[in-house]
């Protein structure tokens, strides 16, 4: 099967779909390119869930086409589901095997021979070697997620959808995870991602999306997503508390917050800090520390979608 490096990895055109009278979702259109991290964000009832089925081709198209390195996943769907592996959102388990069972079977299913060189690895790499000789029902809703992540990860796709891939597991499994996908971007596998930890999003996608009522609202760079709000804050902490702010300050639109302990001062891209530290020197106290602070991913989100959860 020889796919050309210009080829996008994914790409959906117009995809649509319609339950009854609700539209899930409205003509999405992005690209993913060959090697990318990319982000799929939106708030619950977006359509995240609904998209990553029609890309995966187990929910049909109400319009638009879904191509995976070329190939359509309606018409050529053998193609394109041994391309892709997808990890959902919700605990899919098989309880009549246990986990070493499933491994050494689940490449079948893609018209792969196992493995089991590459099946250690996972089995390593993702710390399932205690729970070999279990079945699922008899794991932790982590480990499940980690035996979930491996089957996807099985016959070696060169697309790894993830939905909620690190929901339910301590800090450490998060971060062995996320090592773990590093990895695999190394070796050329593009990933799709949806997390509910908006700062994992921002520390690991190239490109973010974010979805709001079926539609596509934000797509760019993860770095121009975060510069598209001019939200930089200077914060100073004294150590006696301000009744109010210096009238200088205070038509700058400082705020006085923590008891009076702590200011919150708005950067403008046009404004003079040299100016700005001699009203600072006015200050009739202390001046303990000084941080500069800018937008994060969560504070984009909640301005282009008026959510409070993903």
């Given amino acids: 099967m020889s796919v050309s490096h210009a080829t996008p990895a994914l790409e959906i055109l117009g995809a649509s ?12 259109s992005f690209s993913i390119e060959p090697g990318e991290v990319f982000g799929l964000l939106g708030p619950n009832g977006a359509g995240k869930s609904t998209l990553i089925n029609l890309i995966s081709g187990l929910t049909r198209l109400s319009g638009g086409r879904v191509l995976v390195f070329g190939h359509d996943n309606q018409s050529d769907f053998e193609t394109t589901r041994r391309l892709t592996g997808v990890m959902p959102q919700e605990i899919v388990i098989d309880n009549f095997f246990t986990l070493e069972q499933s491994l050494r079977m689940h490449a079948g299913y893609y018209g792969y021979a196992d493995d089991p060189v590459w099946r250690r690895t996972l089995v390593e790499r993702l710390a399932l070697e205690p729970y070999l000789k ?36 301590d800090v450490e499994l998060r971060h062995n995870i996320w090592s773990f ?115 994060d991913l969560e504070e984009v989100f909640l301005s282009l979608t008026g959510a409070r959860h993903v």
């Fill in 134 to 169: 279990r079945k699922p029902l008899q794991l932790s809703g982590g480990t499940k997620r980690r035996h979930m992540l491996a089957k996807a990860l099985i016959h070696k796709p060169r697309l790894l959808i993830l939905d909620e891939p690190t929901a339910g597991v």
């Fill in 17 to 28: 779909k319609r339950y009854d009278k609700q539209l899930a979702v409205d003509g999405v």
């Fill in 181 to 295: 996908v590093r990895e695999m971007r190394a070796m050329g596998t593009t990933v799709l991602l949806t997390t509910h930890y908006l700062e994992e999003a921002q520390e690991m996608c190239d490109r973010i999306a974010i979805l709001a009522k079926g539609k596509i609202v934000a797509l760019d760079r993860t770095s121009n997503l975060l510069r598209s709000i001019d939200d930089r804050k200077l914060l100073v902490r004294v150590s006696a508390p301000l009744m109010e702010t210096l009238p200088a300050l205070r038509e700058i639109g400082a705020q006085v917050l923590e008891g009076g302990h702590l200011l919150s001062i708005p950067l403008s891209s046009d404004g003079l800090l040299g100016d700005l530290l001699v009203k600072l020197a006015a200050l009739p106290t202390k001046i303990e520390e000084v941080e500069s602070k800018s937008a």
